[in-house]
């Protein structure tokens, strides 16, 4: 499986480092620039369970003061998500796109299944940063963020 998976890096020209490795675990990092900062991606395979795990981790931590208002922007956010979820540590700030699944690695569509949610997790923490950072920086209020990013009805009406 591994070696599959480290083939698919390097088709895809993709810069990664082997993070651990053994018989039920491996884990890499990918590096990617985007449009709003750099961000590294760490893929999570558990082997014996067919698990694989795919985390953005945001380059800054979450300031202290600013951990509530971030809290609140996920968990508007991840309300309108099919698919991953935003995590944030309260205690150290780590902020994390996290989008995880079952997978098959004898499969014809592995390589295509890996690829798309590491498309998902790319896109949606691009699409989120800016807002983050509003948050973090501009002291934006984190509903005012969401409905601007979203623009979806009113929740609170619900």
Known sequence: MNNSLTDIFEKNK?????VYSNPHRSC???KFSMNTCDTDYYIEICSGKKLMFVYAVFPIKIPLAKRTD??????LFNNNLTTGCWEINMLDGTLKFRISYIYDDDSNNFEHNLLENLDLSIKYTDICSPSI???IFANANPYDVFM???GKIDITMN
């Open 14 to 18: 993709f810069i990664y480092q082997n």
């Open 28 to 30: 890499y990092v990918l």
């Open 70 to 75: 971030m809290a609140v922007f996920t968990a």
């Open 133 to 135: 950072m509003s948050v």
């Open 148 to 150: 601007e990013l979203t």
